[in-house]
Each structure stands twice: as C-alpha cells, then as structure tokens.
C-alpha cells in the first residue's frame, strides 16, 4: 500500500502492520457487497510461492454459499 506511506493508517486499521520491518503484513481480505470484512488470511512467511487458491476457495465459497 504505497498509498498508505508515511503514517501506514491503512495498514494500521486493518491490522496488519509488521512493525519491526514498518511494512504491511501479506494479507487476503474477503469483503463483502456491504463493505464488511468476512475473513481475513494472514500469509505467515510471504517469502514462499504458494498457490493461494488451495487455502482460499474453500472458505470463500462456504461464505458465498457457492459450490
């Protein structure tokens, strides 16, 4: 969130801040028609290539209530 730079407010709201590295935490929202965060996935080491799909679709789809 280049945006986000200098008082990292944003990042601070959504409560993903790392403050030792003053950077945002990798992180997936799911937000929904109203605005409202559903879930949240915190990405322990965002040094590793993950495909996301595998850990995200099933919640989304549980929360959407699509197959």
């Known amino acids: 969130m280049l945006s986000d730079f200098p008082d ?7 409560g993903i801040l790392n403050e030792r590295t003053m950077t945002a935490i990798r992180t997936f929202f799911l ?5 409202v965060i559903r879930k949240k996935w915190v990405i322990d080491n965002p040094t590793t290539t993950v495909v996301y799909s595998d850990i995200l679709l099933p919640d989304i789809r549980a929360i959407v ?3």
């Open 31 to 35: 937000i929904d028609q109203q605005g």
């Open 65 to 67: 209530g699509k197959p």
């Open 8 to 14: 990292r407010k944003a990042i601070r709201a959504y």
